[in-house]
């Protein structure tokens, strides 16, 4: 099993520009979720999903977008960089959303705005 | 407001023992859970404690009092793989993670 996987583990873009962060887990896992890690910061969740079709915001949602259409792919989508989006962006996902579950983790993707 | 305190940074030696400690405020409460960070990989779950006490596993063990608002990490015998940082996250009355900063922890030969 490959667990979850993100792509591209490393992006440059310009202010303005727009690009999609891929995520996808094999666990049949119900609840994905996207993750930003600032130096100095606790992870801070962005967007989060409880099944397919089913999203909702999380504490940093401005600026970002996802959606599901299936069990497996949830991808974050970046509108109209901004510097401030400087981030180390992770995917997590759990296996259900009830409770207070295990969140298996991406590797990570590191994204610098310019 | 919802806060998990946690220390920076903590240095000990390989072979040692270390104490990583972490508060928390939360709206309601549903457990807290320990996550390991190598630098530049992702979280990986080390434990979960939702009754006081201490649970053990192996080398690591994790505590906790729910009366104090507080938990703690223990190390033993450290290890130069055991670098990285820790993080602590509270689990809110809506099953939501509030997650501290984390402590990175520098383990010296």
């Known amino acids: 099993n490959a667990g979850v996987t993100q792509t591209p583990k490393f992006q440059v873009l310009k202010t303005g520009q727009s690009m999609t962060l891929q995520c996808a887990q094999d666990?049949?896992?119900?609840?994905m979720s996207w993750y930003r890690q600032d130096p100095g910061m606790g992870l801070r969740l962005i967007h989060y999903?409880?099944?397919?079709?089913?999203?909702d915001q999380g504490e940093v949602p401005n600026g970002y977008n996802v959606s599901r259409s299936t069990t497996e792919d949830f991808p974050l989508r970046l509108l109209s960089a901004a510097p401030s989006q400087t981030s180390v962006y992770f995917c997590?996902?759990?296996?259900?959303?009830?409770?207070?579950?295990?969140?298996?983790f991406g590797a990570g993707s590191r994204l610098t705005v310019l | 407001g919802q806060n998990i305190d946690q220390p920076t940074e903590m240095t000990a030696t390989e072979g040692a023992i270390v104490q990583i400690n972490c508060t928390y405020q939360?709206?309601?409460?549903?457990?807290l859970f320990w996550y390991q960070q190598h630098a530049g990989e992702a979280p990986t779950f080390l434990s979960y404690?939702?009754l006081d006490g201490l649970e053990e596993k192996g080398r690591f063990s994790s505590f906790l009092s729910r009366s104090k608002g507080y938990s703690y990490l223990l190390l033993k015998e450290l290890q130069m793989k055991d670098s990285a940082s820790y993080l602590c996250?509270?689990?809110?009355?809506?099953?939501?993670?509030?997650w501290g900063a984390g402590t990175k922890l520098i383990i010296k030969p």
């Open positions: 997590a996902s759990s296996p259900r959303v009830s409770g207070a579950n295990v969140l298996t």
């Open positions: 666990m049949n896992h119900e609840y």
């Open positions: 999903s409880v099944g397919a079709g089913i999203t």
């Open positions: 939360t709206s309601g409460f549903n457990g």
């Open positions: 404690n939702v």
């Open positions: 996250a509270g689990v809110d009355s809506n099953y939501q993670l509030i």
